[in-house]
């Protein structure tokens, strides 16, 4: 059997330094909004690079809270891909916002700056006061989620450009891009606001659900921290109706020990992909696209496209191979979507990859005996 994500061994490397660190929390007793908490915040803003982080329950949290932040709201509308986790898109749905979806670049697999481009000049007139207007709905495009997918970063300069343009907030969702760099800039440093989450099979993973929000803005920073402890801007001070949504402490102390690892297991990471590469037959399938010279790759996912690609997921169980899809249906044809009154054939690109894709076993203990395992079945499957 060759797993698909195995953290029983990660756990093995790291047993006692975690467990020191659990048991210091449940000795002090700050389980919440304690100092483990303070400190973790305080690290992972200065690996990411920069000021302010804020711990938060998951990272559906974490985007939900950035976009009400944002001051986003039921007359707006936010643009993202319509290739992702789902997540993305519901924690648009929670502010009341409309979900607008964009195109993917055929090779990085992320939003496409042409595309949106395109989608703007097409559709928005950009008034200077009110902002971006949508021609057909009447409502103001205010923000722009570009989702750094399988772990590399989308292309954030182009991105910038057209947002600073058109007067777009950008929140990052790097919930599967922590350590990840475009242009020697960490994910989640960027855009206006960055989100994470730590779901234990994401590169930087908890012991259950966490989250958190990065950012240079202190207003942001500041309304986050209100709106995660029930709208609490200080002791007996609710200023406006909250959320329950922190990260507890437990989960801080065992990220604090994890975030310390995870430059090293980002390089596993990069090691496990290339070694695929040079064992997968490029002729049969296509490859993740990676250019080092812009990026660093963080390879959440190991995801390979094939035209066979169902007959793959029905061969692979039986060869005792794990895999995932990534995602199976793009989030404007999910029935949670169909009020958006998408269609088929409205994002070729996303579409026809999602009949394309599937994600190999990738973790940093992944061993190359199970790579090559992995890549000789596959490339004996085509
Ligand atoms: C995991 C993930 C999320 C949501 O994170 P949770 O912690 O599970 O709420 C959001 N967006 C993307 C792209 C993700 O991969």
Same mark, same amino acid.
Request: glycine residues 8%.
């Given at each position: 059997?060759?797993?698909? /994500? ?10 006692? @330094? ?14 919440? %909004? ?42 707006? @509308? ?5 290739n992702t986790f ?23 697999y ?29 409502? /103001? ?8 997918l399988y ?18 907030? /950008?929140? @990052?969702?790097?919930?599967q ?15 206006? $606001? ?9 590169? &930087? ?21 209100? %709106? ?18 922190? &990260?507890?402490?437990?989960? *801080?102390? $065992?990220?604090? /020990? ?14 496990? *992909? ?5 064992? %997968? ?19 959440h996912l190991?995801v ?11 061969? &692979? ?6 895999f995932g899809i990534h995602y199976p ?25 999602a009949?394309?894709i599937l994600s ?5 203990? &992944? ?16």
């Open positions: 059997m060759v797993p698909f /994500v195995d953290l029983k061994r990660q756990y093995k490397d790291i047993k006692d @330094e975690v467990n020191d660190a659990i048991q210091g929390v449940i000795d002090n007793t700050q389980f919440i %909004l304690g100092e483990e908490l303070k400190l973790f915040e305080k690290e992972f803003a200065d690996y990411c690079g920069v000021k302010n982080a804020v711990g938060v329950a998951n990272g559906t949290d974490a985007l939900f809270l950035a976009l009400l932040s944002c001051d986003i709201g039921a007359s707006d @509308e936010v643009i993202t891909v319509p789902i997540a993305t898109v519901e924690a648009i749905s929670y502010t009341g916002a409309q979900p607008i979806f964009v195109d993917i670049d055929s090779q990085s992320n939003l496409s700056p042409s595309r949106l481009r395109e989608f703007i000049e097409t559709n928005c007139d950009l008034d200077e006061k009110k902002g971006l207007l949508n021609k057909k709905s009447g409502k /103001v495009i205010k923000a722009l989620i570009p989702v750094h772990g590399q970063p989308a292309d954030m300069d182009e991105i910038m450009n057209i947002a600073r343009k058109y007067h777009l907030l /950008v929140i @990052e969702d790097a919930c891009a922590h350590g990840s760099e475009y242009k020697g800039k960490r994910a989640g440093s960027m855009g206006d $606001i960055g989100c994470f989450s730590f779901y234990p099979g994401k590169n &930087l993973g908890a012991y259950g659900d966490g989250g958190m929000v990065t950012t240079n803005n202190d207003e942001m920073t500041e309304k986050v921290k209100i %709106l995660r402890d029930h709208g609490k801007a200080s002791k007996f001070d609710h200023k406006v109706i909250g959320y329950n949504s922190r &990260l507890d402490c437990l989960q *801080a102390a $065992i990220l604090r /020990v994890k975030l310390r690892k995870l430059d090293g297991w980002n390089e596993r990471r990069r090691e496990n *992909a290339a070694y695929y590469g040079s064992l %997968l037959d490029s002729s049969k399938i296509t490859l993740p696209f990676y250019d080092p010279k812009i990026s660093r790759h963080v390879f190991f390979i496209r094939s035209d066979k690609r169902n007959e793959l997921m029905e061969k &692979l169980p039986s060869e005792g191979i794990s249906m793009p989030v404007h044809l999910t029935g949670a979507y169909s009020h958006l009154n998408y269609k088929k054939g409205d994002f070729p690109v996303a579409e026809k990859y009949d394309e190999l076993p990738m973790f940093p203990e &992944l061993t190359k005996d199970e790579i090559s395992v992995v890549a000789k079945k596959i490339n004996g499957m085509l």
